[in-house]
């Protein structure tokens, strides 16, 4: 099991993003998306993320390089995971349920509060509207387009959308970064930490990395 720590970063505060961007690149810990857990999915993008926090939520800072490009879904909670998409699933030690959050590649969120795969509580608007996003590619839509592409896309997560208060956090939470895109012409479903199932399935907390909260 992999794990990864999370620096208190108190100059995210207030910072725009660029700088938040700047801070990220150095002060936090690097990670690549680099599990490819099922052989019929071997397409590998070069995917890196860091992931920080003030007091009051996390910053997440995904950097993206590979083929084929596609942003079809520009609506949130749409099933942005068809599109050129990254993931990140997050659980409370204790909890029998987690909250995954999922973004393509112009900040298109679908995000939800999941007991399992068929078990779950998509976010109000009023939430969605909490989490920041700011992509390179911008915020208009497209269809797939062929070639060799670099994005970014920063987000901020409140701790209030995860049932966390900042002010009272636990040493350790549990989860797994992701990156997959499944209606472009190379489908492929990476993993930060490996998942050991038989097909590509993201909600399976049991294989779900440490975060530990400086």
Same mark, same amino acid.
């Given at each position: 099991?992999?794990?990864?720590?999370?620096?208190?970063?108190?100059?995210?505060?207030?910072?725009?993003?660029?700088?938040?961007?700047?801070?990220?690149?150095?002060?936090?810990?690097?990670?690549?998306?680099?599990?490819?857990?099922?052989?019929?999915?071997?397409?590998?993008?070069?995917?890196?993320?860091?992931?920080?926090?003030?007091?009051?939520?996390?910053?997440?800072?995904?950097?993206?390089?590979?083929?084929?490009?596609?942003?079809?879904?520009?609506?949130?909670?749409?099933?942005?995971?068809?599109?050129?998409?990254?993931?990140?699933?997050?659980?409370?030690?204790?909890?029998?349920?987690?909250?995954?959050?999922?973004? &393509?590649? $112009?900040?298109?969120?679908?995000?939800?509060?999941?007991?399992?795969?068929?078990?779950? /509580? +998509?976010?109000? @608007?009023?939430?969605?509207?909490?989490?920041?996003?700011?992509?390179?590619?911008?915020?208009?839509?497209?269809?797939?387009?062929?070639?060799?592409?670099?994005?970014?896309?920063?987000?901020?997560?409140?701790?209030?959308?995860?049932?966390?208060?900042?002010?009272?956090?636990?040493?350790?939470?549990?989860?797994?970064?992701?990156?997959?895109?499944?209606?472009?012409?190379?489908?492929?479903?990476?993993?930060? &930490?490996? $998942?050991?199932?038989?097909?590509?399935?993201?909600?399976?907390?049991?294989?779900?990395? /440490? +975060?530990?909260? @400086?």
């Amino acid at each position: 099991m992999k794990s990864l720590k999370v620096p208190f970063l108190p100059q995210l505060t207030g910072a725009g993003a660029d700088e938040i961007i700047r801070i990220l690149e150095t002060e936090s810990h690097k990670s690549s998306i680099d599990e490819a857990n099922w052989p019929e999915f071997s397409y590998k993008p070069i995917t890196i993320f860091s992931l920080a926090r003030d007091e009051e939520r996390f910053y997440l800072y995904y950097f993206v390089r590979g083929n084929c490009l596609r942003a079809v879904h520009y609506n949130d909670l749409k099933p942005v995971w068809t599109d050129s998409c990254v993931e990140f699933f997050v659980q409370k030690p204790g909890d029998d349920f987690y909250t995954n959050f999922e973004f &393509n590649c $112009i900040g298109t969120c679908y995000a939800a509060k999941c007991k399992n795969r068929s078990e779950f /509580e +998509l976010f109000s @608007d009023s939430q969605l509207s909490q989490i920041k996003r700011y992509a390179s590619l911008g915020q208009k839509p497209f269809q797939e387009m062929q070639g060799l592409f670099t994005w970014e896309l920063l987000v901020e997560l409140p701790f209030s959308l995860i049932g966390l208060d900042g002010r009272n956090l636990p040493k350790m939470l549990r989860g797994n970064f992701y990156k997959c895109a499944d209606q472009t012409e190379l489908p492929h479903y990476l993993s930060w &930490n490996a $998942i050991e199932s038989e097909r590509p399935d993201f909600h399976r907390p049991e294989f779900f990395g /440490e +975060l530990i909260l @400086d």
